[in-house]
């Protein structure tokens, strides 16, 4: 049986040499894989195997892996010539360049006569020689630095730099290793318990993350020297931006386990977080214990909560499932029923973002609930938690479930649905409204009805047990119960949505309506609360198109909304984005076919009537007025969301402005495509569709150097290609496309970038639309495209894509055939592979007679240019194109006699020039015969210019 079993791995060690000689490299690594895995622990050539997959692996630069194996192997045969050779190219690789000379050192005392080996030791002995010289000259600096900055008798200006210096040192990994051998966490544990001034703590809090950045030997260092908690200490605060540099200090430190980076296409190692799964568990744990501490500030807590939010979802850290186990849901919820205005003894410190973060990480983690069994579980530790509120009899126990309620209508909103159907939910919420001598409870349950309409059965139970309960609270002398009454009031009277024909309270009710949220948004002295409740309110009623133009025209009242965002109270958003997406109709609308109208007239089913003041001229007016009022400030301020609805919401808005293209500039100018980048990248298919089609709107209108600059404009290149998908529609293709045609005329890097997204390919398959506007602006995106060396080979390749460019460059459209013939040009001045791949399209003379008679100037000048080049290249290509009629096209062209064409005569005349040397034609100096005459193509030219003339006259 072994015997068998010993065959059976050498023949898959056989099989994966041969796969590596075809060089096919994840063959290769299977099939060496199936030989370790069949072989065991005892078979012979157990290190070979080994040692060959390292090889694999380093041809598909995997160095970790290569490392990895060939220290099994190494284990397993010491000082194995090709073992070590190979693991001195994975560190290398790695760049642990010292290692890998002492490596290197090992494999040539074994095998003396290797050349590779010899090449790579004067290699890495430059490099390793090059790094202590620059080890001591950092050494220095960083020695100098350190004795500036924590020295408390020096300046504290001084200071200041020293340490905003040691953080810009600690970007190097060399100087990240000296500052952690110089003990560097122990020194700031030590400052910051003694330390007042803020900029110093806060380079010190980045310093650490900085340190930590890509490292798990000086993460581990740092956990080992000052422990979890010490993070949990520095992030108690109640100045943002310490929290900020604390929570990015500490997703540092999880990245560095997990090889996550802070991008949004960033995605963890798996091999990683298998390694330190132990690690990013007690850390995520530690984290969310802290979410329900009494004492941390309520800054600290919203931190924390949104550093689990961010690592929940499978693409993270995929934990998900991990949280509910350990009753995250609980603490979750805990936050969640909390109330900034009602203090008891073991109250948390709380911000009003507090609830809407906690909320966002509900429906976070539900959306990771992806089959039946997680859900249910999910399901039943809230109810748990509900169950065990209800039973309390103090009244605490009922504000806060009810509280928690609406908090799940905010959130996981299928959830919040299924707990307030549970039996004498609904009837003990419309009692607590009913509750005329406290305050407090009329306050909660208002707020939970708003949450509970949502849907439209629950608004029709609402309307019609509810109703006369809100319009009795209403009348309550206390403001903050009338304006929540109000907008309960709002909610239900919009519940009919866009279709003007609906209206559930009388006519006039919904401006009424409005006018009283208007009065509670601009009248001075409101305290933010009130505000945000009546945005709320105008975020219903402006589903009517009254009601939208008698707003856009209060200039006072849309100050008021955007004055409510700065801050970036996350609370606010829902209220004053959805009001904006009504008033700019950036809604998701159904289209109509005309079939089905008639259809459903048949039927006698209702049909939907749009309001003649939703007209497309009302709602541009809007979207102008909006603009320039500066809502670009609130969407930016709104954007830092974590919620994917939320991020749809801004991305809509943020779309129907960049549909004006005089507004563009100011989107551009107020921070706008900025903030659009992670919209596009991240959130909700719809929503990243919204930001990426803004994004093509500003690419097309402004420079691209202005709208993006620096890295950015590297970083909107994915989120354009993302349109040219068959899910976007035509137009979203077309812009995208005018936008990486501007981009790519930029700069090489731009080219490359869109090269790598796979970007030439899904523009070259618009090239084939039957579509005239997408083939013109697919040509003319790759004509920028071709001036990259890269797309040259491209074209050079066993391809039609030169043959494809010829025979567009006929086209009708002349801005299609402008772009081709441009492209075409390009190519056969760098390319004699290109000159030649246009002799081999069948019908490459009728082509270049079109180029030579073109009517647009244009294409002229352009397609003789792509004639030079190709008389350029050589003897064989002049003698073939002159064995046509091309010479006396040419000689014609020389001659013509209109300034319009003076650049494609001095091309021609080139040509004839060029010729000469290859003496196909007599030098013009010799030629005693008259000029050639003008060719029939250019008579006929000429004639239908002068008949068109006469039908004009």
Same mark, same amino acid.
């Given at each position: ?27 290769? %690594? ?10 065991? @622990? ?10 060959? /997959? ?14 990895? =194996? ?87 200006? #001084? ?11 600690? /970007?190097?990994?060399?100087? !990240? ?18 330390? #007042? ?35 949990? @200490? ?6 943002? $931006? ?36 132990? +690690? %990013? ?190 319009? #009795? ?10 304006? /929540? ?30 006018? !009283? ?73 159904? $289209? ?19 309001? $003649? ?20 400030t609130a969407l930016v301020a709104l954007s830092k969301t974590d919620s994917d609805n939320s991020k749809e919401l801004i991305a809509r808005v943020f779309n129907a402005l960049c549909g004006l293209q005089e507004i563009r500039g100011k989107v551009v100018q107020h921070g706008g495509a900025k903030a659009l980048l992670p919209l596009a990248l991240q959130g909700t298919a719809k929503g990243k569709r919204q930001a990426g089609q803004a994004l093509s709107r500003i690419g097309i209108t402004i420079n691209p150097e202005v709208a ?35 981009? !790519? ?8 970038? %869109? ?45 039609? /894509? ?8 006929? +086209? $009708? =459209? ?62 064989e290509i002049t003698e073939k194109l002159f064995q046509t009629d091309i010479m006396e096209l040419l000689m014609g062209l020389s001659q013509l006699p209109d300034d319009t064409r003076a650049k494609a005569r001095e091309m021609a005349q080139k040509c004839l020039k060029a010729a000469e040397k290859y003496k196909l034609i007599a030098k013009s100096d010799e030629a005693e015969s008259p000029p050639a005459p003008i060719p029939d193509v250019f008579k006929e030219e000429e004639e239908r210019q002068r008949l068109e003339e006469a039908?004009?006259?």
């Amino acid at each position: 049986m072994m015997g068998e079993l010993i065959d059976e791995a050498l023949v898959y060690k056989e099989k994966g040499n041969e796969a590596f000689k075809a060089g096919d490299w994840q063959r290769a %690594i299977s099939q060496y894989s199936q030989a370790i895995k069949v072989g065991g @622990e005892h078979h012979k050539d157990r290190s070979v195997f080994y040692k060959n /997959r390292a090889a694999c692996y380093l041809k598909t630069l995997d160095f970790r892996r290569a490392e990895k =194996d060939c220290q099994v192997a190494l284990e397993i045969t010491p000082s194995d010539p090709k073992s070590l050779f190979r693991k001195a190219q994975a560190l290398e690789g790695l760049e642990k360049f010292e290692e890998a000379y002492k490596t290197a050192r090992d494999a040539w005392n074994t095998d003396p006569n290797n050349k590779a080996l010899q090449q790579m030791l004067e290699r890495l002995h430059t490099v390793v020689q090059e790094r202590v010289t620059q080890h001591n000259l950092t050494s220095n600096k960083v020695t100098k630095m350190l004795q500036l900055a924590f020295d408390f008798t020096q300046p504290t200006d #001084k200071r200041i730099t020293a340490m905003n210096n040691i953080h810009v040192l600690a /970007r190097d990994s060399v100087a !990240a290793d000296i500052l952690c051998k110089e003990g560097i966490f122990g020194r700031i544990q030590r400052l910051l318990k003694v330390e #007042k001034n803020k900029d110093i703590i806060l380079s010190a809090i980045r310093i650490v993350g900085e340190v930590c950045n890509k490292s798990v030997e000086r993460t581990q260092a740092v956990l080992k020297e000052v422990g979890i908690p010490w993070f949990l @200490e520095i992030i108690d605060s109640t100045e943002e $931006e310490r929290v900020t540099a604390a929570q990015h200090c500490m997703q540092t430190i999880l990245n560095s386990f997990s090889g996550l980076e802070n991008k949004t296409e960033s995605k963890p190692v798996k091999e990683l977080c298998d390694q330190h799964q132990k +690690e %990013i568990d007690t850390l995520l744990s530690c984290l969310l214990y802290s979410v329900t501490n009494p004492t941390i500030s309520g800054l600290a807590r919203d931190a924390i909560i949104q550093l689990i939010t961010r690592n929940v979802h499978y693409t993270t850290l995929s934990w998900a499932e991990r949280l509910v186990e350990l009753r995250g849901l609980w603490r979750m919820l805990e936050v969640c029923s909390e109330l900034e205005e009602y203090k008891y003894e073991s109250a948390m410190n709380i911000t009003p973002s507090s609830r809407t973060i906690a909320a966002v990480c509900l429906a976070r983690v539900y959306e990771n609930m992806y089959y039946d069994a997680a859900k249910e579980r999910f399901l039943t530790q809230i109810d748990e938690y509900v169950k065990d509120k209800l039973l309390a009899p103090d009244l605490e126990s009922k504000v806060r479930v009810t509280v928690a309620i609406t908090s799940l209508l905010l959130g996981p909103l299928d959830v919040g649905n299924t707990i307030i159907s549970r039996e004498g939910i609904l009837q003990m919420i419309l009692a607590m409204a009913s509750m005329e001598d406290d305050e407090l409870q009329q306050k909660v349950a208002c707020e939970c009805l708003i949450a509970a309409a949502s849907k439209k059965d629950k608004a029709k139970a609402i309307i019609s047990q509810g109703i006369d309960i809100l319009k #009795k609270l209403y009348t309550s002398k206390n403001e903050g119960i009338r304006v /929540r009454a109000l907008v309960g009031l709002c909610k239900l009277g919009s519940s009919g949505g866009l279709d003007a024909s609906i209206r559930p309270f009388a006519d006039g009710s919904t401006k009424k309506l409005a006018e !009283a949220c208007r009065r509670f948004l601009v009248k001075p002295g409101k305290d933010k609360d009130i505000r945000k409740w009546a945005a709320e309110g105008l975020s219903y009623l402006t589903l009517d198109a009254e009601v939208k133009e008698k707003l856009i025209e209060d200039r006072p009242a849309i100050q008021a909304l955007i004055e409510l965002t700065k801050g970036g109270d996350q609370s606010v958003l829902y209220g004053v984005v959805t009001t904006f997406v009504n008033l700019c109709n950036a809604y998701e609308t159904q $289209e109509m076919l005309p079939e089905m109208l008639e259809l459903a007239k048949f039927a006698k089913h209702h049909i939907p009537e749009e309001h $003649e003041l939703d007209d497309p001229d009302f709602v541009s007016k809007r979207v102008s007025i909006l603009g320039n009022e500066g809502i670009t400030t609130a969407l930016v301020a709104l954007s830092k969301t974590d919620s994917d609805n939320s991020k749809e919401l801004i991305a809509r808005v943020f779309n129907a402005l960049c549909g004006l293209q005089e507004i563009r500039g100011k989107v551009v100018q107020h921070g706008g495509a900025k903030a659009l980048l992670p919209l596009a990248l991240q959130g909700t298919a719809k929503g990243k569709r919204q930001a990426g089609q803004a994004l093509s709107r500003i690419g097309i209108t402004i420079n691209p150097e202005v709208a993006f600059p620096g890295q950015r404009s590297l970083e909107v290149v994915r989120p354009l290609i993302n349109q040219l998908h068959q899910d976007c529609n035509a137009l979203e293709n077309f812009e995208a496309m005018l936008a990486l045609c501007n981009l !790519a005329s930029q700069s090489e890097s731009i080219r490359q970038r %869109i090269l790598n997204e796979q970007g030439l390919t899904r523009i070259e398959m618009y090239l084939m639309e039957d579509h005239q506007m997408l083939t013109r602006a697919a040509t003319q995106c790759i004509c920028n495209l071709v001036m990259s060396p890269d797309v040259v080979k491209l074209h050079e390749k066993e391809n039609d /894509r030169v043959k494809f460019l010829a025979l567009l460059s006929e +086209e $009708e =459209d002349e801005e299609t055939s402008v772009a081709a013939s441009g492209a075409l040009a390009i190519l056969t001045s760098t390319s004699e592979i290109c000159c030649k791949k246009i002799l081999e399209v069948k019908s490459w003379l009728d082509i270049l007679h079109t180029w030579i008679a073109n009517p647009s100037p244009q294409v002229q000048h352009r397609g003789v240019v792509t004639i030079l080049n190709m008389i350029n290249t050589g003897k064989e290509i002049t003698e073939k194109l002159f064995q046509t009629d091309i010479m006396e096209l040419l000689m014609g062209l020389s001659q013509l006699p209109d300034d319009t064409r003076a650049k494609a005569r001095e091309m021609a005349q080139k040509c004839l020039k060029a010729a000469e040397k290859y003496k196909l034609i007599a030098k013009s100096d010799e030629a005693e015969s008259p000029p050639a005459p003008i060719p029939d193509v250019f008579k006929e030219e000429e004639e239908r210019q002068r008949l068109e003339e006469a039908e004009q006259e």
